[in-house]
């Protein structure tokens, strides 16, 4: 079955302080990953994608991704947050053939000062 | 550039009443268009999708329906409302030839 399992459902780090979010996936085809930024209240923003090539993309607001196909993930790094990074952080997987895509349930990033 | 925008972005509608959720993309033309639902501290679940005029294809049974009228133009109704269809509701767009799917504001829907 195709999922995405985002296993950190909260997560606390102090501003400055590096991060990562974890995102694992079980698909059948070539999966396309991305990584989306919710703020309360608010739509999804794209943060980053990755289709094929480079396995470490970079995105918008300092954020990188790292596939690695052996472990089926996708983690989301940033090496120093900022307190404007405290959102809601989600997962998802698609293909080529597909234009649906499988989110995760999201990981809540809180940052103190 | 493209953008999309939905309305109303806030709804406080009594149990049993009508819905009606408006969204429309701009700079794009023949988009797939989502409506995606997300319950409190719940991720998204896919509700509607659409790939063109007319052509609806509805990923879980429930008492709403969606409508494409115009090839920007998405939709999402109910006849009468559910306490349960209270959430946030996200229209989204993607192009025809690419696997990007991009969001709106979202817009909060109450039933009491």
């Known amino acids: 079955a195709q999922s995405v399992t985002q296993p950190d459902i909260h997560i606390t780090v102090s501003e400055g302080a590096s991060l990562e979010l974890r995102c694992n996936y079980s698909?059948?085809?070539?999966?396309?990953l991305f990584w989306y930024v919710q703020s309360p209240g608010q739509g999804l923003q794209l943060l980053l994608k990755?289709?094929?090539?480079?396995?470490l993309v970079q995105g918008i607001k300092g954020f990188e991704a790292e596939f690695k196909r052996s472990q089926s993930s996708f983690n989301l790094r940033k090496p120093s947050v900022h307190w404007s990074d405290a959102a809601e952080y989600f997962c998802?997987?698609?293909?080529?053939?597909?234009?649906?895509?499988?989110f995760g349930t999201g990981t809540r990033l809180q940052v103190f000062p | 550039s493209q953008t999309i925008h939905q309305w109303p972005a806030t709804l406080v509608q009594p149990v049993g009443s009508p819905l009606s959720l408006e969204c429309t993309v701009e700079?794009?033309?023949?988009?797939?268009l989502y409506w995606y639902r997300q319950a409190a501290g719940r991720g998204l679940q896919l509700l509607f999708y659409?790939?063109?005029?007319?052509?609806i294809s509805s990923e879980v049974p429930q008492n709403l329906s969606a409508s494409r009228p115009q090839d920007r133009q998405f939709i999402l109704s109910s006849k009468k409302l559910l306490l349960s269809d209270s959430g946030f509701y996200l229209c989204?767009?993607?192009?025809?030839?690419?696997?990007?799917?991009?969001f709106g504001e979202g817009s909060w829907l109450t039933v009491v």
């Open positions: 659409s790939v063109g005029i007319g052509q």
């Open positions: 698909y059948g085809a070539t999966p396309y």
């Open positions: 990755y289709f094929s090539g480079d396995t």
């Open positions: 700079g794009t033309s023949n988009p797939n």
């Open positions: 989204a767009w993607s192009g025809q030839s690419g696997n990007t799917i991009y």
């Open positions: 998802a997987v698609g293909a080529r053939n597909t234009d649906k895509l499988i």
